[in-house]
Structures are given as structure tokens and as C-alpha cells.
């Protein structure tokens, strides 16, 4: 069972999550806007939120990694413990044999 410590460390990630990805998006495509009208042009918008999606991506791709960085340490030794208790239970199985 989670604790609430847990829980509201969750919560906190999915809000900044939501912040990270609305203020980039947001920002280059008001940057882009105000290039198109400065220059009356119709591309700039469309390539600086194609910006602000790729950093916004990757701001939350980064994110996520932190959080999880230290699920992903106990599952790795846990996995390495499993595999040890196969070898010596292997180790063991030859030695009766024998």
C-alpha cells in the first residue's frame, strides 16, 4: 500500500507535468504569432509550436525519468537477487547429481 507521502508525490508530478508541457507549447506559440504579424508571414507560428511540443516532450520525458529512477533501482535489484537465488539453486542441483 502507498503512503500518502507516495501519493501527493504523484499528484505534485502529474501538476508539474501539466506545467511543463502547456508553457513551452504556449510561449513559442505566442512567439510565433507575433513574428507571422510582425512579418505577415503564416509560417513562423507553426514551426515554433512544433518547437514548444518537442521541449515540451522533452522537459516531461525527463521528468518522469527522475521519478522513476528509483523504482527502477530496487526492480533491477530485486531482479539481480532472483537471479542469483537461480544460480546457486543450478549450483546445487549439479552438486546432487554428481
Known amino acids: 500500500m502507498k503512503s500518502n507521502k507516495d501519493v501527493s508525490k504523484g499528484i505534485a508530478m502529474i501538476s508539474q507535468i501539466g506545467f511543463t508541457m502547456i508553457t513551452p ?6 512567439i510565433g504569432y507575433q ?3 510582425k512579418f505577415t508571414t503564416s ?8 518547437i514548444g511540443f518537442l521541449t515540451s516532450f522533452r522537459n516531461v520525458y525527463h521528468i518522469t525519468k527522475q521519478f522513476y529512477a528509483k ?5 533491477d535489484a530485486e531482479l539481480r537477487y532472483i537471479a542469483e537465488l537461480k544460480r546457486q539453486g543450478c549450483e546445487k542441483n549439479h552438486k546432487t547429481e554428481k
Open 71 to 75: 523504482d527502477k533501482a530496487k526492480e
Open 35 to 37: 513574428l507571422d504579424k
Open 43 to 50: 509560417h513562423w507560428f507553426i514551426i515554433f509550436l512544433l
Open 25 to 30: 507549447i504556449a510561449l513559442c506559440g505566442f
